[in-house]
């Protein structure tokens, strides 16, 4: 087992948390049953209702006592899911984005844990003065939306800026030689995102998943493109994703794209109503290529921390006087 001051903070079994991903890709089949496996789920509340929101932290609570949380991107909260999840007392608050001071200090009102997700230094200064209990460091290896460093080198100045505060490490890990890895270099943990996507309980679509199981080494890329065509862009943020014949398409023809936006919105929902994974935005992190099955999310978090410890054993035995 390994044991790290994140898990008594966040009330965990194991070092690992399951990224708060978007409405599409999280569930409170998927939060629970990384909960329940002693990691920590977290519901994506980016686009979800108030109402629906509520209905998947109560179906968590039905199918786990195990700690949970929510996630939510700060410039574009929606103050009524906020204030809903608030309301149900989640233990874990989760966020991406901006200024969490505000969020921050709301969600510790209700006795709650915080996580904030960092992508530079100077985000990870921000958000020790907010109070966070816990820092997230994402490196540019990671799917979806972000940051511009690399983990190797975002990681050690994070810790440094922690201080005493745990430190979990998301960006291209999924399996225990990425939890190891970051182990060694100060992480408390790690955060995965894609590796769960992969996963029965994951609601993501089945082109999604086989598009990841068919990966290779390389075959993401970031970009803005993706929010464009959703029309709704973060300023100064890329997303990652699979590289397909969309983006091959719309790389680096941005100008036409925002002239074509609905064109390319409308070839898109074609695409995710026929399973065309070809023409689909597939959000996924570097790591995507070293996942090979779908399995459980229960035993992709027993599995990673099994090995990571066997790993981290050998190295040990091997380095030893």
Do not use: Y
Not at 133 to 158: F, I, N, R, Y
Not at 195 to 210: G, Q
Not at 222 to 233: C, R, V
């Amino acid at each position: 087992m390994i044991h790290t001051r994140v898990c008594d903070v966040l009330g965990i079994v194991h070092p690992i948390a399951q990224a708060g991903m978007a409405r599409q890709q999280t569930s409170a089949e998927l939060v629970a049953a990384v909960s329940a496996a002693g990691g920590l789920g977290i519901l994506g509340c980016l686009g979800r209702p108030a109402d629906e929101a509520v209905a998947e932290i109560r179906r968590i609570r039905a199918l786990t006592d195990r700690p949970f949380g929510v996630n939510f991107v700060l410039h574009l909260l929606d103050e009524d899911t906020f204030a809903a999840c608030l309301a149900e007392r989640v233990p874990v608050f989760s966020f991406f984005r901006g200024d969490p001071a505000e969020a921050v200090a709301r969600a510790r009102e209700t006795g709650a844990v915080t996580l904030h997700q960092v992508t530079t230094v100077e985000e990870a200064t921000q958000a020790c003065v907010a109070g966070v209990d816990v820092l997230v460091a994402q490196g540019t290896e990671a799917g979806g939306h972000q940051g511009p460093v690399p983990l190797m080198s975002l990681l050690p100045d994070v810790t440094t800026v922690a201080q005493e505060r745990p430190v979990l490490a998301a960006g291209g890990i999924v399996d225990g030689s990425g939890l190891a890895a970051v182990l060694c270099l100060g992480a408390a943990g790690a955060l995965m995102g894609t590796r769960f996507l992969a996963t029965p309980e994951c609601p993501a679509s089945p082109a999604h998943k086989a598009a990841i199981l068919r990966a290779r080494p390389g075959a993401t890329v970031a970009s803005g493109i993706f929010d464009m065509i959703w029309g709704n862009e973060w300023p100064g943020v890329q997303a990652r994703a699979l590289r397909n014949a969309l983006t091959a398409r719309w790389g680096g023809r941005e100008g036409e794209l925002r002239a074509r936006r609905s064109e390319a919105l409308a070839a898109l929902q074609m695409a995710e109503s026929t399973g065309d994974f070809e023409e689909m935005i597939l959000l996924a992190g570097e790591g995507s290529g070293r996942i090979s099955e779908i399995r459980p999310a229960g035993e992709v978090v027993q599995t990673v921390v099994t090995d990571a410890a066997r790993i981290l054993s050998e190295w040990g035995a091997r380095v030893a006087p």
